[in-house]
């Protein structure tokens, strides 16, 4: 069995030591600058390990460590940030006003035109030729509004 040089310690020298501990400090530094640098690009770090944690792995394994780097950012997904709308936000503006009350085509289709009082459909009616009534037991009265410009009855 060789016997172990003066001034080293388990086979490495003094050089070897500073020229690891100084690689392992550059590892480190290397790796938390491209965290953050992935996180402000991205939204999340490489494999959501925090900045801290790359540091912390290149001091356990500095060679190792640099290769997780690599692959974390390749196979790492952004996270979807949230879409904002361009341009200024749409305020809805008033409702739109009802119809005013007249004679519309009829939304039973039963007669030629039906009377809107101007929120509800009537039971007056008009065949063409006389007004009559249709009560709303017959029908919907609940038929939505009149399209505007039907004909008024006749006489």
């Known amino acids: 069995m060789a016997p172990i040089a ?11 030591w500073a020229l690891l501990v100084g690689f392992t400090v550059v590892a480190a530094i290397v790796a938390y600058r ?12 490489p494999w959501r390990i925090p ?19 690599a692959i974390a950012v390749r196979t790492t997904r952004p996270r ?12 809805p503006g008033p409702p739109a006003p009802l119809p005013l009350a007249g004679w519309y ?14 929120r509800y459909w009537s ?8 007004v009559s009534s249709d009560p709303p037991s017959s029908w919907s009265s609940s038929a939505g509004q009149p399209a505007p410009g039907g004909p008024p009855p006749a006489g």
């Open 51 to 69: 900045p801290g944690g790359w540091v912390a792995i290149m001091v356990l394994s500095p060679l190792i460590g640099l290769v997780l780097l």
């Open 105 to 118: 085509p009829d939304p039973s289709g039963r007669f030629l035109t039906r009377y809107w009082d101007g």
């Open 80 to 91: 979807s940030l949230p879409v904002v709308p361009a341009g200024p936000p749409v305020v």
């Open 123 to 130: 039971d007056q009616v008009h065949d063409g030729v006389t």
């Open 6 to 16: 003066t001034g080293t310690l388990d086979g490495f020298s003094a050089g070897d």
């Open 34 to 45: 491209v965290a953050i640098r992935f996180r402000l690009r991205a939204g999340t770090p």
